[in-house]
């Protein structure tokens, strides 16, 4: 995060720019992290709707992806959680149909991926 | 062409409104400010004006419509007195902080309690340090043109900040004047059109405004705040010489009047001021020497300017029209400020008159000059005009 | 009809880095909302959790102009906005198309913020009012509203030896909301994102005010584990605790009605806020509870069947 602007350097009046909490990362937040399993995924977007910090990206596509039993899974997929902004609520691995998304210690989690 | 008309101080703002023309104007009624928002509303129903007028609730959702459209872009206005000046007190305190340029007439009004629906300048008077600019009018006329001096301050790019306009409740708003109104085509060109540089409509170029600024960032906010209103000092004169060129008056911080040579003056607000200059001629054709100073931009105040004018009086009454119970009152406060820093000190006496809208007449005031002429002055003392008991 | 995978192919109106709860629904209701107007949407916002999270200085969660002025005027600064959009189309100042919403809690919709509402109603302005309904001042720590559901525990009608949590009946805001003859008005739940996403989708059609009144539970304050607020909007529905249904230009039509209404235990157990409830002397809460619900319940299937215009 950058250093904090004198009030000459302020935007007028209180005034943001749209989008600014990009740079605030709430993903330090997290103690559980969410695994997804890609093999088990129906992009049924039930995980994506629910998201509390859209941390769940989505990509169109026309080839498609594979998912669950193999399948091939075309238009709206989601993609890996941003990790950058996911606070690890859960509501994902509680909503998914297929089991797809476990709930482990972050720092299991991230020691896991090292 | 300017036009004479036979006009109520309500009804000269309400003028000044018709030539500015603006995008949007929400109205409550509440004595004595409804003749303003009546007169402008037949101008809407007679295709005089194409306003898009809304007829709000209460005063709350008056200031927080005309907010709401100021920050989409449109040129918003509303009126108010006392109690309405009250209610949207709340939203009033946020609109500087936004930085959006609302002009808002005042009729001033007393504040209850208990409920009073004459002129004292109680309602105004409880706004000053909010980040509003303030400018008092002394009659109908200087009403309708201050009212078009405010739009171009508030929305200069170095000031953006809402203006209050004064009038006296009844006394101005509901006395009828000869008033001077200047030709429409002029008037249209001083006043021009709004160009705000950022604004909601423009959904190309989307900004997000009234955040919440914790400690880290609420001074800074502030303080650039305070900035725009230290160049509205410089650019209420501007404006002013603009606006001159049309109206062929001038717009000063303060006027003063027959001071060249005073012994004696008063500092008196609005109406007031009005009365208190037939008082002076009076003295003066008895071979008393006073004179008077009367304030026209009170926020921000020209401290300054104020204390360069007064210092070289050997005795100052200062006449307030509203009370800051515990305290000096409002006006006089501002006057021992601006004299403070000064090496010569003039004798002060502070004079409470006219609250709920007592009447003041010129034998009052003659008897004010008399008292101060005679040194029997007391500047720590608050007296009082026409105070029964 | 829109499938949840065209809906979630647009870009959320709120971009991530909020500072809201984890486990929080407000997000997920705001971006099914705006992912269902066509055009651009300006927002006006009122003082409350929503508006805290996501506009922390500097840092702001929105991607389109949004508004915030202060606690019970969300309905009024839209006004202006939308009265600004009509003056300023007129004049030919403005080209585009807009719609314009108002988010509020309901602290700020139901209690503080229920004159500006009422006014804008029935001035008919158009534009949409979305209350994010989490039964009480949640930003502020749980204090009771007038949404909060009788019975629950509040720290203002807090349970106690002598206090069983609210006494009172929670108020109407739909029926109040339809009763000002605007042409739509609605219920919605935080878990059913098709059915928000249809109804936003009338309301930004209705020529006139619009309402919608979303379920959003509240991880923080009704006391539950964060990954649950789904369920328990599910659980809200399916007690019939909070009806789907809407008013369409007057007339009701009830879009859920579950064949076995679960027990409304089943929605109370699990919330710290309700667990007072499950001590003996406390029974009678939920037994009044439940005829209530069954009351209401019953009222709004005669409505509906009577096809009776509001």
């Known amino acids: 995060m950058s250093e904090k602007k004198g009030w000459k350097d302020l935007m007028r009046g209180s005034d943001l720019p749209p989008a600014s909490s990009l740079e605030y990362k709430t993903g330090s937040w997290r103690t559980l992290r969410p695994i997804w399993d890609p093999e088990k995924c129906t992009h049924c977007m039930i995980c994506v709707s629910y998201c509390p910090d859209m941390a769940i990206p989505v990509k169109v596509t026309e080839e498609g992806v594979k998912g669950f039993g193999g399948r091939v899974y075309k238009g709206t997929v989601r993609l890996e959680t941003n990790f950058d902004y996911c606070k690890g609520c859960g509501i994902c691995a509680t909503e998914c149909p297929t089991h797809a998304i476990k709930m482990v210690r972050e720092e299991e989690a991230a020691k896991a991926s090292k | ?389 | 009809m829109a499938t949840l995978q065209e809906i979630m192919a647009k870009e959320p109106a709120l971009a991530s880095g909020h500072r809201m709860c984890a486990g929080c629904g407000i997000g997920s209701i705001v971006r099914t909302v705006l992912a269902a107007s066509d055009k651009p949407v300006i927002v006006a916002n009122a003082t409350g959790c929503l508006e805290v999270v996501t506009t922390i200085y500097p840092y702001s969660a929105w991607k389109v102009p949004w508004i915030h002025l202060t606690f019970e005027n969300a309905a009024a600064v839209a006004s202006g906005i939308e009265t600004a959009y009509r003056a300023l189309r007129k004049r030919g100042k403005i080209g585009k198309e807009v719609n314009i919403v108002a988010f509020g809690g309901d602290g700020g919709t139901y209690d503080i913020g229920f004159q500006a509402l009422s006014g804008a109603l029935e001035r008919g302005h158009k534009f949409l009012y979305v209350v994010y309904d989490n039964e009480g001042y949640m930003n502020t720590g749980n204090q009771r509203s007038g949404a909060t559901p009788y019975g629950a525990s509040t720290t203002t009608v807090p349970a106690g030896s002598k206090s069983f949590g609210k006494p009172q009946w929670r108020k109407n805001i739909v029926e109040i909301a339809a009763a000002h003859r605007i042409p739509y008005a609605a219920t919605a739940a935080n878990h059913n994102i098709l059915d928000l996403y249809n109804k936003a989708k009338k309301a930004f059609a209705a020529d006139g005010p619009s309402f919608i009144a979303a379920l959003q539970p509240c991880t923080t304050n009704w006391k539950y584990d964060p990954a649950l607020t789904m369920r328990y909007s599910k659980l809200a529905v399916d007690t019939n605790f909070w009806p789907l249904y809407e008013f369409d230009h007057g007339k009701l039509h009830i879009n859920y009605k579950p064949k076995n209404r679960k027990p409304i235990e089943e929605f109370l157990k699990g919330q710290g806020r309700f667990k007072h409830l499950f001590k003996p002397e406390n029974k009678h809460v939920i037994e009044h509870m439940q005829k209530m619900i069954d009351e209401e319940w019953e009222r709004l299937l005669k409505l509906e069947e009577s096809g009776a215009v509001l």
Not at chain 2, 108 to 131: E, Q, W, Y
Not at chain 2, 168 to 190: L, P, Q, R, W, Y
Not at chain 2, 246 to 274: Q, R
Request: hydrophobic share 40%.
């Open chain 2, 1 to 389: 062409m300017s036009k004479w008309k036979s006009l109520t101080g309500a009804q000269a703002v309400a003028e000044a409104m018709r030539q500015i023309n603006p995008d949007v104007v929400a109205a409550y009624p509440i004595t004595p400010q409804t003749p303003i928002v009546e007169q402008f509303a037949s101008f809407v129903a007679n295709g005089i004006v194409d306003t898009e007028m809304i007829p709000v609730e209460s005063e709350h959702s008056a200031m927080s419509c005309t907010v709401g459209a100021s920050a989409a872009g449109a040129r918003a206005m509303c009126a108010t007195a006392s109690q309405g000046l009250a209610l949207m007190w709340e939203v009033v305190a946020a609109v500087p902080g936004l930085r959006l340029p609302i002009v808002m007439p005042i009729v001033n009004r007393a504040l209850s309690a208990p409920i009073n629906i004459h002129c004292d300048h109680s309602d105004s008077m409880g706004a000053t340090t909010i980040g509003w600019i303030q400018i008092y009018s002394e009659n109908a006329q200087e009403a309708y043109e201050n009212t078009l001096l405010a739009i171009r301050l508030a929305e200069h790019k170095d000031v953006l900040l809402p203006v209050m306009v004064m009038q006296d409740g009844f006394i101005i708003s509901h006395g009828v004047e000869n008033v001077e109104i200047f030709d429409d085509d002029k008037v249209k060109e001083f006043v021009g059109e709004r160009h705000p540089d950022r604004y909601l409509l423009d959904v190309d170029h989307p900004y997000t405004i009234g955040p919440l600024a914790l400690p880290d960032y609420y001074f800074e906010i502030k303080r650039q705040q305070e900035e725009a209103m230290e160049n509205a000092l410089k650019v209420y004169l501007e404006v002013g010489d603009e606006l001159s060129k049309i109206s062929g008056h001038k717009y000063p911080y303060f006027e003063e009047y027959k001071t060249e040579d005073a012994e004696a003056i008063i500092v008196v607000l609005s109406s007031t001021a009005g009365t208190a200059k037939d008082a002076v001629d009076e003295m003066r054709a008895k071979g008393k020497k006073v004179g008077l100073i009367k304030p026209i931009l009170f926020r921000p105040f020209p401290y300054k300017e104020m204390r360069k004018a007064l210092e070289k009086f050997k005795v100052i009454g200062v006449l307030d029209r509203s009370m800051a119970f515990g305290a000096y009152a409002p006006l006089y406060s501002e006057i021992r400020n601006a004299l403070f820093e000064s090496s010569q000190k003039p004798k002060l006496q502070s004079y409470v008159y006219g609250l709920g809208g007592k009447d003041i007449f010129k034998s009052d005031i003659e008897k004010v000059f008399e008292e101060l002429l005679s040194g029997n002055v007391n500047p720590e003392e608050q007296r009082y005009i026409r105070l029964r008991g």
